[in-house]
């Protein structure tokens, strides 16, 4: 099984390129990174175990598939991971949410942890981390080490876009967890930005700085 997966489908790829210019307006950026969301969802929801149940139809009885076993919980790290929970849940609208707080300390690039909310269960769940950027891969390794704190056992991360540094930094801290992004950068720079990348993508979602 592959540590990364870059989601090479042709609306992922082409949404993001329109979600790297520049010039997209707020509203833009925040409504394609929620449909790229849901394509992401798609995709780590691909390998899902199913299982048959007996389904009446309006003409006949039939073994049809269902998703079976664990059910999920989508864990957006806070502020960014929000834009893409809203087109995760319009796919899986029974799926539960946990909440992480966490913000990049501007001097020492460290994750510092203001809020956790997660349901008492997640232990039970397949956990699906949230993130658009894999930057230093600080507030993803704290996140996670959160979550197997609480029990979290199943856990994948889902991003925008990563660069190879924090691919490497999440997989030796978390070789247990797989990644899916839509694209792999080629670096991060001295200010732990990806480049070529699209910037901050909390302020350009919501319009701050
Ligand atoms: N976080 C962002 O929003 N953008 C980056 O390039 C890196 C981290």
């Known amino acids: ?3 990364v997966t870059v989601v090479a489908h042709p609306l992922v790829q082409h949404k993001l390129t329109l ?6 307006s707020t509203k833009g950026f925040r409504q394609l990174l929620n449909e790229i969301g849901m394509l992401l969802a798609y995709e780590v929801t691909r390998d899902l175990p199913l299982e048959l149940v007996e389904t ?17 919980v989508f864990a957006p790290i806070l ?3 929000v834009g893409m929970l809203d ?5 899986v609208p029974s799926a539960r949410v ?3 707080g966490l913000y990049r300390d501007p001097e020492t690039l460290t994750a510092v942890e203001y809020y956790f909310k997660a349901p008492s269960d997640v232990a039970e769940r397949l956990v699906v981390v949230i993130d658009p950027m894999l930057a230093t891969a600080n507030s993803a390794v704290a996140a996670i080490d959160r979550l197997k704190d609480r029990g979290a056992r199943d856990i994948r991360f889902v991003c925008l876009l990563a660069a190879p540094e924090g691919i490497q930094r999440l997989t030796s801290a978390h070789p247990d967890v797989r ?3 839509a694209a792999i950068d080629t670096h991060l720079n001295d200010h732990g930005y990806i480049v070529p990348g699209l910037g901050d993508a909390g302020d350009r979602m919501y319009g701050t700085r």
């Open 1 to 3: 099984m592959e540590a």
């Open 19 to 24: 979600m790297r210019d520049k010039k997209r």
């Open 56 to 72: 009446e139809t309006p003409l006949t009885t039939m073994m049809a598939p269902t998703i079976a076993g664990k059910k999920l």
């Open 79 to 81: 502020r960014a991971g």
């Open 87 to 91: 087109g995760m849940l319009s796919l």
């Open 98 to 100: 946990a909440h992480i």
């Open 179 to 181: 990644i899916w992004t």
